[in-house]
């Protein structure tokens, strides 16, 4: 079956520019994580969404990062006014339940001018 | 949370050479433990897990035990090929992932 997607593959923005990343589970996960890996600060996990309950926003670096998920399925992460740290790869997984085996998407790799 | 200590790489085989690459982890709880594997170009894929004491994980050759006694979840393979070049995460996870810092392994023909 299809596994988790994201898009786009790539982002090259401006500093200071707002990006969006895109996230598209497996059908049915109701868990969805997003992490970042960028070469200083190695995997690090930014959010997680269980089902209708709130967020855990624990991992989020600053206030200019944000998530959403509509509708239990597709997840949206949103950076505002973009700066050269956040130059990363952002990873999507998701997960039948908490604590499952999570599976991973391609990333996207934003570049940050 | 969880924190994972795995061995600093980089590590260069040549083919057929036995691999092991070390993992520790700190947890309050019973973490599953997790090894995750990065081809180049790639994304991250699971390799192999276990979800609880003494339990075994395996795929491709690969195994790892996981050892309360040592918090340890350490990652073997007895015969690498070249296209185990790649980079080896280890991970617990309480529903978000603790990762380790990734050890780079080259496999020489």
């Known amino acids: 079956g299809a596994g988790v997607s994201q898009s786009p593959s790539n982002k090259v923005t401006e500093k200071g520019k707002d990006v969006e990343l895109r996230c598209d589970p497996i059908?049915?996960?109701?868990?969805l994580y997003w992490y970042r890996q960028s070469l200083g600060q190695g995997l690090e996990f930014l959010i997680y969404?269980?089902?209708?309950?709130?967020?855990?926003k624990s991992g989020l670096p600053s206030d200019r990062f944000s998530a959403e998920r509509t509708g239990g399925s597709v997840s949206t992460l949103t950076i505002q006014r973009t700066q050269q740290e956040d130059s990363a790869v952002y990873l999507c997984?998701?997960?039948?339940?908490?604590?499952?085996?999570?599976?991973f998407g391609p990333g996207t790799r934003l570049t940050v001018l | 949370g969880n924190s994972v200590t795995q061995m600093e790489g980089p590590v260069t085989l040549s083919e057929e050479a036995f691999l092991t690459i070390n993992c520790t982890y700190t947890?309050?709880?019973?973490?599953?433990l997790f090894w995750y594997v990065q081809y180049p170009g790639e994304g991250l894929q699971l390799l192999l897990k276990a979800t609880k004491a003494d339990d075994k994980g395996s795929n491709k050759g690969f195994e790892a035990t996981y050892r309360k006694e040592t918090t340890s979840f350490h990652l073997e393979k007895g015969s690498v090929q070249v296209s185990d070049s790649a980079v080896y995460f280890c991970?617990?996870?309480?529903?978000?992932?603790?990762f380790g810092a990734g050890t780079t392994v080259t496999v020489r023909a």
């Open positions: 947890a309050t709880g019973y973490p599953s």
């Open positions: 969404f269980q089902g209708n309950s709130a967020p855990d």
């Open positions: 059908s049915g996960h109701t868990a």
């Open positions: 997984a998701s997960s039948a339940q908490p604590a499952d085996t999570q599976y």
């Open positions: 991970a617990a996870n309480d529903y978000k992932l603790s």
